[in-house]
Nanobody, 122 residues
C-alpha cells in the first residue's frame, strides 16, 4: 500500500505565507509526477502545480509567481511554498503522486492525500 500524507495547512491573513508538505510511504519503486490540487467549496478540484521527477514544473496561471513547488526525491516528499496568499486561495489542498510499485515497475498509479485546509482571511 502507498500513502500520501499532507501537512502545513492552516489559517493565514491576506498576504501571508504557508508551506505545505506531502510525504509518500509504502511499497514505492519510483515516484513520477507529484502535484498539488485544490478544491474550494462549491467548485471543482483544480490543478495548482506539478513537478516531474527531474524537476520540471507546471503552474496554474492563478498561482504563478506566488507559489513554488519542489520535491526531495530521496525523502519522497513534495513541497508547496505559498506566498502573497489571497482569500481566493482558500481551499482544501490535495497532494497527488503517480507512483510505480516494485511489483509493476512499468505502470504508474494515481494516489491522493487526504487533503489539508488552507484558509486565507481578508
Amino acid at each position: 500500500q502507498v500513502q500520501l500524507v499532507e501537512s502545513g495547512g492552516g489559517l493565514v491573513e491576506t498576504g501571508g505565507s504557508l508551506r505545505l508538505s506531502c510525504s509518500a510511504s509504502g511499497r514505492i519503486f519510483i515516484i513520477d509526477d507529484m502535484g498539488w490540487y485544490r478544491q474550494a467549496p462549491g467548485k471543482q478540484r483544480e490543478l495548482v502545480a506539478t513537478i516531474g521527477r527531474g524537476g520540471i514544473t507546471n503552474y496554474a496561471d492563478s498561482v504563478k509567481d506566488r507559489f513554488t513547488i519542489s520535491r526531495d526525491n530521496a525523502k519522497k516528499t513534495a513541497f508547496l511554498e505559498m506566498s502573497s496568499l489571497k482569500p481566493d486561495d482558500t481551499a482544501v489542498y490535495y497532494c497527488n503522486a503517480k507512483i510505480r510499485s516494485p511489483t509493476y515497475p512499468l505502470r504508474a498509479n494515481d494516489y491522493w492525500g487526504q487533503g489539508t485546509q488552507v484558509t486565507v482571511s481578508s
